[in-house]
Nanobody, 123 residues
């Protein structure tokens, strides 16, 4: 049974930082592209960042480029999202997702999803 478990969400101030983690189990982690999506209240889910194998394809939404960094530790079956210079508009539930390579920004192509972790940025 595949499980993706997010952690690290919480409350941050504008300009602050948070680091999200997503621990994967039940799959061959190294064969999967890992991504982060988010959904704000009353809005559609949107792509945030995606990562293929270490050192290869990395995708970012324009709204987070230069502020967020996605990374993975294949030895720990974990993907991370370092979020810096946070803005109130980053407030959302953040979801981890997995699909076989290659990575993509299209959420419908992702087979596995976590339950999400709340990120709230105060102004």
């Amino acid at each position: 049974q595949v499980q993706l478990v997010e952690s690290g969400g919480g409350l941050a101030q504008t300009g602050g930082s948070l680091r999200l983690s997503c621990a994967a189990s039940g799959l061959t982690f190294g064969a999967y592209a890992m991504s982060w999506f988010r959904q704000a209240p009353g809005k559609d889910r949107e792509f945030v960042a995606a990562l293929g194998w270490v050192g290869t394809s990395t995708l970012y939404a324009e709204s987070v480029k230069g502020r967020f960094t996605i990374s993975r530790d294949n030895a720990k079956n974990t993907v991370y999202l370092q979020m810096n210079s946070l803005k109130p508009e980053d407030t959302a539930v953040y979801y981890c997702a997995a699909k076989l390579f290659p990575p993509t920004a299209e959420g419908a192509q992702y087979r596995y999803w976590g339950q999400g972790t709340q990120v709230t940025v105060s102004s």
